[in-house]
C-alpha cells in the first residue's frame, strides 16, 4: 500500500511491458524503493542506518559463502584452516578481516537504528509490529554472531561457548540435561563446532527472511520522520527515488570509508588477542570477554552477585539478561504518550540520554574484568536500565507536557506560511 | 494493566541487584581488595617502532630476515612456528635455493604412498615448520600468531624479552610471599611477573648478522620481534596496499554521491 498520490509505474520499452504481465518485478521494485514510494521529506541522517544495516547483512552473506567454502568445521583443524584462509587463500585475509569485522559494523549500525526507535518513538503503533520483527533480528543476530564466534576455535570461542551454553545449566530441573544436549556433549567440543557452522550458515538467511516482513510491514504505514507527525498531503513527501535512493548513496559511502578504514588498517582492533591462541580445554583465559557489541549484556548477567530468596544468582543473572532485551517487545504498550517524537517531549528525551550514557558505561564495564568496582558500577547502571524501560518509560508520559506539535510535516519544513505551503 | 506488571518487574531487578550492590559495597569496604605484587609491579610494555607500523607501513625485510636468524639459532630451540611454510620464506627475500636449503636442515615426517612407510626425512618448501620437543619447565607457545595474541604485539615481546631483572628488593619487602618460585625467572612484562622462560639474549654478539648490524640485546629482540610480526601476519604489505586503494576510490565515489544527493535535493527544503 502506499499513499494515493504515488506515481504509477508506467512501463514504456515494449519489454518492460511485455515484463510487467508476466511477472512484474520491476513494478514491485519501482514501487518498493523507487519514485512509486513517497516518504516523508524531512528524513534525517538516523533514517539511513535501516538501509546501511540491510547492506552489512549482504556484506556478511557473502563473505560467510566464500568463508565457508574453505572452513573446515572440525575441532582439530578449525583453528588452522581459518589461518589457512589468511595465509594461503587468494584475498582469504580481506574476507575474514571483513567478515568478522562487518559482524562489528552490522551490530554499530542496528544499535544506532534501534536508539532512533527510542528517541522518536518509533516503536508506537502504526509502527509497532515493524518494531516486534526488529527486536526478533536483533536476537537472531546475537545468537548468529555468538555462533560464528565459536567457528575459528580460538581460546575465545571456546570460552565464550563454554560460558554462554553454561547459562542454560542455570535453569532448573531441566538446565543440567539442556545443557548437554544443545552442546552435543558436556563441554564444547566437535558435536558442538559443527552444528554451530551449520546454524551459523543457516541464520542469516532467516534474518533475511525477516528482514524482509520488517520492511513490508514498514511498507504499511511507511516510514516516521523526525517530527513524529503522519503524513498528511502530498507535500509532506517525495519520492524515495531519486530523493533517498541519493541520500542513502551517500551515507552508504560514510558508512564504507569508515568500514573499510578498520578492515584494511586496524583489524584486529575489535577482537580479542586470545582468540589467536588454539582453543585449550585445559586452560582458562584470565578474563573471559565476549565481543564488544554483546558487553552492555554481559555487565547486567554478571552484575547478579547474590542469591535473591530462592533464586540462584546466576540464574537472576540469565533471567535479567534476556530480560534486558525481552522488555522491548513491550514497549509500544509500556510508552503512552501519544507523542512520538523526542523532539516534542522534554522529559522522555532528558531520560533519552541518561540510557545512552548508561549503556555505554554498561558496555565499558562489560568488557572490564569481573572485579570491584566495575561489578558495583555495572550494579548501580543495571537498575537505571530497567528503571528505565519498566518504571520510567510507563509513567513518564503522564508527568510530562509535551510541547506543541506542528500541525505537519510541511509545517515543520517550511514554516507557517500558507502560501509557502502551496507552492511546496 | 501491562504499566502495573511492568512497573513490579522493574522493581523485582532493581531489589535483586540493590541487594547485590550491598553486600558487594559492604564487603568492598569493609575489607577493601589488597594490592597484589602483580598490581603493583605488573609494567606495560615499552616504545617499540617497527617499520610495519601504521597505515602506510611496510616490512623492513633486512630487519625481518635478522629476525628470522634469531629465532632460527635461538628461540626455535623451543618453540614452534607451525602456521609457517618454509616456502612462506621466499616473501622475506630468501631465493628457492634458499628456501630449499633452509628446509631441507629440519626433518619432517613424510608418508611414502609406495611403501606406505612414514620417514623422517629432509624437509620440502612446501612442509611446516616442525613440532618442537621440550623438556624444561613451563609450556613454549607456538610463536606464528604470538604477536597478535598478546595485547601489545611486538612491543610486548620486545619487552619480555629485554625485561628480565633481579627481583626488586622491595617487592620482597612489601609481599614476602611473592618470591619468585624455583626455575621461573622474574620480568615485569610477564602477566604474572614470574616466566618460565629462561632469558633466551643474554649477552650482545650471541648470534652473528651478516649485513653487518651490532647484534646487541636490544637489536636481537627488534629483529626478532620484527619477524614475528611477519610471522603473524604475512599479507600486511598486500593489507595497506590495497587498503589505500579502496579509501582513495571510496572517497571520490563518496564525493561524487554528495554532489549527486545536494543536486537532487536542490530546491527542496527538509
Ligand atoms: C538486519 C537488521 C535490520 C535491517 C536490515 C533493518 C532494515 C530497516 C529498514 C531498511 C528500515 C527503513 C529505513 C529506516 O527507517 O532506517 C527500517 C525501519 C525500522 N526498523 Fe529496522 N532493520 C533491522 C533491524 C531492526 C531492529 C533490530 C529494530 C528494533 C529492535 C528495528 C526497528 C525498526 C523500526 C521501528 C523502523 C521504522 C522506523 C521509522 O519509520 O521511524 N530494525 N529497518
Redesign the interface.
Known amino acids: 500500500m502506499s499513499f494515493p498520490w504515488a506515481q504509477h509505474y508506467k512501463p514504456s520499452h515494449p519489454l518492460m511491458v511485455y515484463l510487467d504481465e508476466k511477472l512484474p518485478l520491476p513494478r514491485f521494485v519501482y514501487n518498493a524503493v523507487g519514485a512509486g514510494y513517497p516518504v516523508p521529506?524531512?528524513?534525517n541522517y538516523a533514517w539511513n542506518f535501516g538501509v546501511l544495516a540491510g547492506f552489512c547483512l549482504l556484506i556478511q552473506i557473502v563473505t560467510g559463502i566464500v568463508l565457508a567454502m574453505h572452513y573446515a568445521s572440525n575441532a582439530g583443524i578449525a583453528f588452522?584452516s581459518t589461518?589457512h584462509i589468511?595465509?594461503d587463500v587468494n584475498y582469504g585475509?580481506?574476507l575474514r578481516?571483513a567478515h568478522a569485522n562487518g559482524a562489528s559494523a552490522f551490530f554499530a549500525v542496528v544499535y544506532i537504528h534501534i536508539f532512533r526507535g527510542f528517541f522518536y518513538g518509533s516503536y508506537k503503533p502504526p509502527r509497532e509490529m515493524i518494531w516486534l520483527l526488529g527486536v526478533v533480528i536483533f536476537l537472531l543476530m546475537m545468537a548468529t554472531a555468538f555462533m560464528g564466534y565459536v567457528l575459528p576455535w580460538g581460546q575465545m570461542s571456546y570460552w565464550g561457548a563454554q560460558v554462554i551454553t553454561g547459562l542454560f545449566s542455570a535453569i532448573p530441573l531441566i538446565g543440567g540435561a539442556l545443557h548437554t544436549w544443545l552442546l552435543g556433549g558436556f563441554a564444547p567440543g566437535d558435536a558442538a563446532l559443527n552444528r554451530f557452522f551449520s546454524l551459523h550458515f543457516l541464520l542469516p538467511f532467516v534474518i533475511l527472511g525477516v528482514v524482509i516482513l520488517h520492511i513490508w510491514s514498514l511498507h504499511i504505514p511507511g516510514s516516521s520522520n523526525p517530527t513524529g507527525v503522519e503524513v498528511k498531503t502530498e507535500s509532506d513527501t517525495?519520492p524515495f527515488h531519486?530523493?533517498y535512493t541519493?541520500?542513502d548513496?551517500?551515507g552508504?559511502?560514510?558508512f564504507?570509508?569508515l568500514y573499510?578504514?578498520v578492515?584494511?588498517?586496524a583489524?584486529?582492533q575489535f577482537g580479542h588477542?586470545?582468540n589467536?591462541?588454539?582453543a585449550n580445554p585445559m586452560q582458562t583465559p584470565?578474563h573471559i570477554v565476549p565481543e564488544w557489541y554483546f558487553w552492555p549484556f554481559y555487565a547486567i548477567l554478571r552484575?547478579?552477585?547474590?542469591d535473591?530468596f530462592i533464586?540462584p544468582?546466576k540464574l537472576?543473572g540469565v533471567l535479567?539478561m534476556f530480560?534486558a532485551i525481552l522488555?522491548w517487545f513491550?514497549l509500544p504498550?509500556?510508552d503512552?504518550s501519544p507523542v512520538r517524537s523526542g523532539h516534542y517531549r522534554p522529559l522522555h528525551r532528558k531520560f533519552f540520554w541518561v540510557l545512552v550514557i548508561d549503556v555505554l558505561a554498561l558496555g565499558y564495564c562489560g568488557g572490564a574484568p569481573a572485579?570491584?568496582?566495575y561489578?558495583?558500577i555495572s550494579?548501580?547502571l543495571?537498575?537505571y536500565y530497567?528503571?528505565h524501560?519498566?518504571?520510567i518509560l510507563?509513567?513518564v508520559s503522564s508527568l510530562e507536557k509535551p510541547e506543541p506539535l506542528p500541525f505537519s510535516i510541511t509545517e515543520a519544513?517550511?514554516g507557517k506560511d500558507d502560501h509557502a505551503v502551496l507552492t511546496? | 494493566m501491562?504499566?502495573i506488571f511492568?512497573?513490579l518487574?522493574?522493581?523485582f531487578?532493581?531489589?535483586?541487584?540493590?541487594?547485590?550492590?550491598g553486600?558487594?559495597?559492604y564487603s568492598?569496604i569493609s575489607e577493601p581488595?589488597a594490592a597484589t605484587a602483580v598490581n603493583v609491579y605488573h609494567k606495560e610494555p615499552k616504545e617499540l617502532a617497527l617499520a610495519s607500523d601504521g597505515?602506510l607501513g611496510k616490512f623492513d625485510m633486512q630487519q625481518v630476515q635478522r629476525g628470522f636468524q634469531v629465532y632460527t639459532e635461538v628461540c626455535s630451540n623451543c618453540h614452534m612456528l607451525?602456521?609457517v611454510a618454509f616456502r612462506?620464506l621466499k616473501a622475506i627475500g630468501y631465493n628457492d635455493d634458499e628456501v630449499k636449503a633452509i628446509a631441507a636442515k629440519h626433518k619432517i615426517p613424510h608418508y611414502d604412498p609406495k611403501t606406505g612407510e612414514v620417514k623422517n626425512d629432509n624437509g620440502m618448501p612446501t612442509d611446516h615448520f616442525p613440532p618442537v620437543v621440550y623438556g624444561g619447565q613451563g609450556t613454549p607457545?607456538?610463536l606464528?600468531?604470538i604477536a597478535?595474541?598478546?595485547?601489545g604485539g611486538p612491543a610486548y615481546i620486545y619487552s619480555v624479552l629485554t625485561g628480565y631483572q633481579d627481583q626488586p628488593a622491595d617487592l620482597l619487602a612489601k609481599f614476602p610471599d611473592s618470591k619468585t618460585p624455583d626455575g621461573l625467572h622474574y620480568n615485569p612484562y610477564f602477566?604474572n611477573l614470574n616466566i618460565a622462560m629462561p632469558p633466551p639474549l643474554t649477552s650482545d654478539g650471541q648470534v652473528s648478522y651478516k649485513d653487518g648490524t651490532k647484534p646487541t640485546v636490544d637489536q636481537m629482540a627488534q629483529d626478532v620481534a620484527a619477524f614475528l610480526v611477519w610471522t603473524?601476519e604475512?599479507?600486511l604489505e598486500?593489507?595497506?596496499q590495497?587498503?589505500?586503494a579502496?579509501?582513495i576510490f571510496?572517497?571520490f565515489?563518496?564525493g561524487l554521491?554528495?554532489m549527486?544527493?545536494q543536486?537532487?535535493?536542490a530546491g527542496?527544503?527538509?
Open positions: 521529506r524531512n528524513l588452522d589461518e589468511m595465509r585475509w580481506l578481516y517525495v531519486p530523493y541519493a541520500k548513496g551517500f552508504l559511502g560514510v564504507l570509508i573499510c578504514a578492515v584494511f588498517f583489524p584486529n588477542p586470545d589467536y591462541i588454539p584470565a552484575a547478579f552477585t547474590q535473591f533464586i544468582a537472576m535479567a530480560s522488555v513491550f504498550w509500556l503512552r572485579r570491584e568496582p561489578v558495583m550494579q548501580v543495571a537498575i530497567f528503571l524501560f519498566l518504571v510507563p509513567i519544513v517550511l511546496a | 501491562i504499566r511492568s512497573i518487574v522493574g522493581l531487578f532493581s531489589a535483586a541487584l540493590l541487594f547485590s550492590f553486600k558487594g559495597a568492598y581488595p597505515p607451525h602456521q612462506d607457545p607456538d606464528s600468531l597478535k595474541a598478546r595485547e602477566a603473524a604475512p599479507k598486500n593489507r595497506h590495497a587498503g589505500w579502496v579509501l571510496l572517497i565515489a563518496t554521491a554528495y549527486a544527493y543536486n537532487v535535493w527542496k527544503k527538509h
